[in-house]
């Protein structure tokens, strides 16, 4: 089970660190991605972090802003979120990369639970 949580809300230019922790499975094997899908629009691709952890990959909407990252002793995998915007408001996933493009939902087969995020004064 994969399971985001972390989200709340913020002011603007605030900070939110997400976790998306696993259990039943490790981690260690698998490149893991967040998306974030806001009301009315589709889910979009916001960060991919590759097994070992060495290559990251944003959305230009984030980018400078956001940091992926991994701890294989926790079996989580985090999302540092700083500058908050409102345009970051949604409800944020994490998944398992299957295959195909890393910036596509598409490509990832497992899902968890989304956490939602909100930016507002």
């Known amino acids: 089970q994969l399971q985001a949580s972390g989200g709340g809300l913020v002011q603007p230019g605030g900070s939110l660190t997400l976790s998306c922790a696993a259990s039943?499975?490790?981690?260690?094997?698998?490149?893991i991605g967040w998306f974030r899908q806001a009301p009315g629009k589709e889910r979009e691709f916001v960060a991919h972090?590759?097994?070992?952890?060495?290559?990251?990959r944003y959305a230009d909407s984030v980018k400078g802003r956001f940091t992926m990252s991994r701890d294989k002793a926790k079996n989580t995998v985090y999302l540092q979120m700083n500058s908050l915007t409102p345009e970051d408001t949604a409800v944020y996933y994490c998944?398992?990369?299957?295959?195909?493009?890393?910036?596509?939902?598409?490509?990832?087969?497992?899902w968890g639970q989304g956490t939602q995020v909100t930016v507002s004064s």
């Open positions: 998944a398992t990369y299957y295959a195909g493009s890393f910036y596509s939902a598409r490509s990832f087969d497992y």
């Open positions: 039943g499975f490790t981690l260690d094997y698998y490149s």
């Open positions: 972090i590759t097994s070992s952890g060495g290559t990251t």
